[in-house]
């Protein structure tokens, strides 16, 4: 089967799945939509099992801007947070998800910090259980209670088990084995924890198997990585995200959206597909696609965006003041795209540092940026014999240093693999660092 007719069929089937949830076939009865007709008004969804109005655009706060201290040390810088946590509130975001992982710790106090200046039930916290290496009952407890205390709150709206990436294995050795489930269903009932549910990264079985608990444990809500690259196209261990959506959807599961932007890379496409969606909406961005995508099916309760920048927040909350659902025919156009768009070798990284810090010092998640950047705009030197090879060849070298550190590059990997089984997104880190690295070297001793 040649490209062509490659791209036919699998546009051909994969349209049909998208349809189910796009246009005036709206599915997911889970969550009921709530706006007023007309520019500049966020669209809410309803909470089926609380009756909260949650607005569709989420703020994920894994990703505050930074700025140094006195000591040259990366800190989140609060102001510009507090400035836009106002902006947002201001325009109807009242979703803010958060974990005690990001930013190195820093995430949950800076945005509690930020949110204890408004009145609380202007706003729905969600945060993480993420235990990952200790996994006993006192580091647990001690973890959660943690979490109110830095997000400077006495209950959490929407509290997730961080990352069951591996079903019924992960979920029993982190919170059943040591009795922490009991412990946080009795939270439930205290009102403490209003809506407990999980994250998810990883293979359909794992999946089903988490599905198969909902009878004894009442999954409030579950937060899948969905967009319209990974609803047909998932890749690695990851699950069609069109499957994890309609099994929520039959059990009427809210179901929170991450990666709405894949990690940014639907933002930040190849000029070929920019030109692409331009031509269909010129005054809108390439990400409001995206993010369109992610709210048109009616079982979705928010879609969370990391907005480092005032001008990201202001872009999204266009997207979604109102939302106007995708018709059947835009949805067929974004999976076409996507499907070009898998000719492109970018690595499905989504700078979520859930591998840093690296024990050698490589800056891991800024390594597969750069690369990934220079692949999308197409400025990638391949080829010596091309007449502008010599120019890119030097801008690509003289770009990474810039943007990564010597000491911080791909060559510094030994390959202990100690990053791999943090990576939610299942990337083989020492086989793309290395294979980075070996284009690096043949472009700096000209032997590509």
């Known amino acids: 089967m040649d490209r062509r007719e490659f791209l036919t069929k699998t546009a051909a089937g994969a349209t049909t799945l998208l349809a189910a949830s796009c246009g005036d076939k709206k599915t997911g009865a889970s969550a009921s939509s709530s706006s007023v007709p007309g520019e500049g008004t966020m669209t809410y969804r309803i909470n089926p099992n609380t009756g909260d109005k949650v607005s569709i655009l989420g703020y994920g706060c894994m990703r505050w801007p930074m700025k140094k201290d006195e000591n040259g040390r990366d800190v989140v810088d609060q102001e510009q947070v507090n400035t836009l946590v106002d902006y947002a509130l201001e325009h109807g975001v009242n979703y803010f998800d958060c974990a005690p992982v990001y930013l190195q710790g820093q995430c949950e106090y800076t945005t509690g910090t930020a949110l204890k200046r408004h009145p609380r039930a202007s706003y729905y916290i969600a945060t993480k259980l993420s235990n990952f290496g200790d996994p006993s009952q006192e ?72 599905m198969a608990l909902h009878d004894k444990y009442h999954w409030d809500f579950v937060q899948i990585q969905l967009n319209y690259s990974d609803w047909r196209l998932a890749s690695g261990r990851n699950t069609r995200a069109e499957y994890l959506y309609e099994e929520l959807h039959k059990r009427g599961i809210p179901a929170v959206i991450m990666e709405p932007l894949q990690g940014g890379r639907l933002s930040k496409v190849p000029d070929n597909i920019v030109a692409r969606l331009k031509a269909r909406e010129p005054e809108k961005s390439v990400a409001s696609w995206a993010f369109r995508f992610a709210g048109t099916p009616e079982g979705v309760l928010t879609a969370l965006s990391g907005m480092t920048y005032m001008e990201h927040l202001e872009d999204n909350i266009k997207s979604y003041s109102p939302l106007v659902p995708l018709t059947d025919e835009e949805c067929d156009f974004l999976f076409e795209t996507a499907i070009l768009m898998q000719q492109y070798p970018t690595i499905p990284c989504n700078d979520c540092k859930y591998c840093m810090p690296c024990p050698y010092g490589i800056d891991i998640p800024s390594v597969f940026v750069y690369y990934n950047k220079r692949v999308n705009e197409v400025t990638i030197p391949t080829d010596r014999e091309n007449k502008n090879y010599r120019k890119l060849r030097k801008s690509f070298l003289d770009a990474y240093d810039k943007a990564v550190p010597a000491l911080r590059q791909a060559d510094h990997c030994i390959g202990c693999r100690q990053c791999v089984e943090h990576c939610p997104q299942d990337i083989d880190i020492p086989r793309q660092l290395r294979r980075i690295d070996e284009y690096v070297e043949k472009l700096k001793q000209n032997t590509l």
């Open 139 to 210: 580091e647990a407890k001690r973890m959660y209670y943690n979490s109110l205390e830095q997000l400077q709150t006495d209950y959490i709206d929407y509290y997730l088990l961080h990352s069951l990436n591996d079903g019924t294995n992960n979920f029993n050795r982190r919170f059943v084995d040591n009795g922490m489930m009991d412990f946080l269903l009795e939270e439930r009932k205290a009102g403490r924890v209003r809506n407990l549910g999980f994250s998810f990264h990883g293979p359909q079985e794992g999946f089903d198997e988490l």
